[in-house]
T-cell receptor
Framework: GQQVMQIPQYQHVQEGEDFTTYCNSS?????IQWYKQRPGGHPVFLIQ?????EVKKQKRLTFQFGEAKKNSSLHITATQTTDVGTYFC??????????FGKGTSLLVTP | SQTIHQWPATLVQPVGSPLSLECTVE??????LYWYRQAAGRGLQLLFY??????ISSEVPQNLSASRPQDRQFILSSKKLLLSDSGFYLC????????????FGDGTRLSIL
């Protein structure tokens, strides 16, 4: 199935700084999903991107799908301590299962 | 609205003992069901998924098995646990194929002693 590389693995920022995580694939993706997992919690679906060049916003979070549909990014503006957690991208392999990236763990210090 | 229940929340088991984790979904019919395992600080590893009663697809060969005796019930089992079976087990459901969002239960933290 399709594999995705997610970088960075870890990111430590001061509260108020911006944060970006990237997902890269060697093959064209039909769609990509993003999830957030708080420490000790379970993954929660954030958004799905389908169209080439698509940009979606959720408050301080901006999600982008690359023009070639081979990469995606999640950008958080002015991080807050509530943003702490691990962010996963996930892509479908044209079947029923999702392939999750290894995630980017974000730590925000006040 | 749909809800997913997973229990127990925490489990400590000796090596060689059996395992049964249960997951149930409410508020939807014919969901796709999934079992994942997450090692500490790691990503999600898909173990099994099911698209209907009695239909189980295994993604990773191991000493675990899954069953779906009812439409909204998914069970993860083992006859003899190994130390390497420790981890955070998550059940999830979705509608349709893989391009649909997945909704996760609260998970079971399994420690093997």
């Amino acid at each position: 199935g399709q594999q995705v590389m997610q970088i960075p693995q870890y990111q430590h920022v001061q509260e108020g700084e911006d944060f970006t995580t990237y997902c890269n694939s060697s093959t064209t993706l039909s769609n990509i999903q993003w999830y957030k997992q708080r420490p000790g919690g379970h993954p929660v679906f954030l958004i799905q991107l389908v169209k080439s060049g698509e940009v979606k916003k959720q408050k301080r979070l901006t999600f982008q799908f690359g023009e070639a549909k081979k990469n995606s990014s999640l950008h958080i503006t002015a991080t807050q301590t509530t943003d702490v957690g691990t962010y996963f991208c996930a892509l479908s392999n044209s079947g029923y299962a999702l392939n999750f990236g290894k995630g980017t763990s974000l730590l925000v210090t006040p | 609205s749909q809800t997913i229940h997973q229990w127990p929340a925490t489990l400590v088991q000796p090596v060689g003992s059996p395992l049964s984790l249960e997951c149930t979904v409410e508020g939807t019919s014919n969901p796709n069901l999934y079992w994942y395992r997450q090692a500490a600080g790691r990503g999600l590893q898909l173990l099994f998924y099911s698209v209907g009663i009695g239909q189980i697809s295994s993604e990773v060969p191991q000493n675990l098995s899954a069953s779906r005796p009812q439409d909204r019930q998914f069970i993860l089992s083992s006859k003899k646990l190994l130390l390497s079976d420790s981890g955070f087990y998550l059940c999830a459901w979705s509608r349709g194929r893989g391009n649909q969002p997945q909704h996760f239960g609260d998970g079971t933290r399994l420690s093997i002693l």
